[in-house]
């Protein structure tokens, strides 16, 4: 009977004293390549999107001449600081950003609540056409705002609510979206609780404002930021309800004064175009996680 002798391994020495072999260049970008491909879509994409943002800021600190030169500079030659003064002397900016501030807190705070009773209704109420009622409104979504703001503007002009407060906030408080993000969170939310409530003797309004807003709280503030980016910036809608100078908006108020003398104030202009997405962005920085988890939470 033949042995198969053992096949002798490499002594520690024998492999130390190997010469050690580079990896091909094929190996590493292979390896590489994944990491480095999205660095560098994220640096486009960084360039594409806020490339505009960085360009407005810059521009609100030259003068008028050198914001319309051609060609035109990145940086300013001579930083007018002055400009952020001026659009208030110019236009009633303090006005414009008083009224976007109640528009938009007052709009806000009736979308959540009346979001946030429709969202319980939905998903915790018993009522003939539910389903029925919940799928026309999801339709609803996709109806454009275009197809209907000319009944809307007849209507706010029978009430005599064209340019005033209560046309610029009622028509804005219903939400389908709010109705449906909040369905979405009360279907998924453990009902035990609920039913322990309900045992006790609590009736349809204490179960939700006593037991489950308390506990919807992370929605209601993300929602809360998302309903107030979209109405401090809802131009159109503004626009149309608002003709006079003491209703206007700051998206309002900024077209006019760029329908007004463009050519001598761009600067002024992209100063006050600064000055409107800062609230929005500070809100937008301040609460992003809290938005993308909640966002994911009532969507699953």
């Known amino acids: 009977m033949t042995q198969i002798a053992p096949r002798t391994l490499p002594s520690d020495a024998h492999r130390a004293s190997r010469p050690h072999r580079s990896r091909p260049f094929r190996v ?8 480095v491909l999205r660095h560098v879509i994220l640096l486009v994409a960084v360039v594409l999107f806020f490339g505009p ?17 051609f060609p035109p500079s990145f940086l300013p030659r001579q930083w007018e600081l ?6 208030f002397t110019v236009a009633p900016f303090g006005l414009y950003f008083f009224n976007s501030t109640v528009v938009a807190i007052a709009t806000t705070a ?14 915790r109420l018993k009522f003939p056409g539910k389903n029925i009622v919940f799928v026309v409104l999801l339709a609803a979504l996709l109806v454009p705002f275009e197809v209907v703001f000319t009944p809307l503007i007849t209507l706010l002009s029978s009430l005599h609510w ?16 709010g109705t ?9 939310f453990p009902s035990e609780i609920e039913d322990a409530s309900r045992v006790d003797g609590a009736g349809v309004w ?3 404002w006593s037991v ?13 930021v998302l309903s107030f980016v979209y109405n401090w910036n809802n131009f159109f809608f503004q626009f149309l309800v608002a003709s006079r100078t003491e209703f206007f908006t700051v998206s309002v108020g900024l077209t006019q004064l760029q329908s007004a003398n463009a050519s001598q104030s761009f600067n002024l202009l992209m100063a006050g175009s600064t000055l409107a997405i800062l609230p929005v962005f500070i809100v937008f920085v301040i609460f992003q996680k809290q938005i993308v988890s909640a966002m994911a939470g009532g969507l699953r």
């Open 206 to 208: 204490r179960r939700m």
């Open 162 to 177: 064209l340019n005033s407060y209560q046309g610029l906030i009622v028509p804005n408080i219903p939400s389908i979206l």
């Open 28 to 35: 590493l970008f292979r390896k590489h390549s994944p990491a």
């Open 82 to 87: 002055s400009n952020y003064a001026d659009i």
């Open 180 to 188: 449906f993000l909040f369905r979405q969170f009360f279907t998924s």
């Open 110 to 123: 009736g979308q959540i609540v009346t979001s946030l009773a429709a969202g319980f209704a939905f998903s």
């Open 212 to 224: 489950v807003t308390p506990m919807a709280t992370p929605m209601i503030g993300s929602f809360a």
């Open 53 to 69: 943002f960085l360009w407005m800021l810059l521009t609100s600190f030259k003068s008028s001449e050198e914001a319309l030169a």
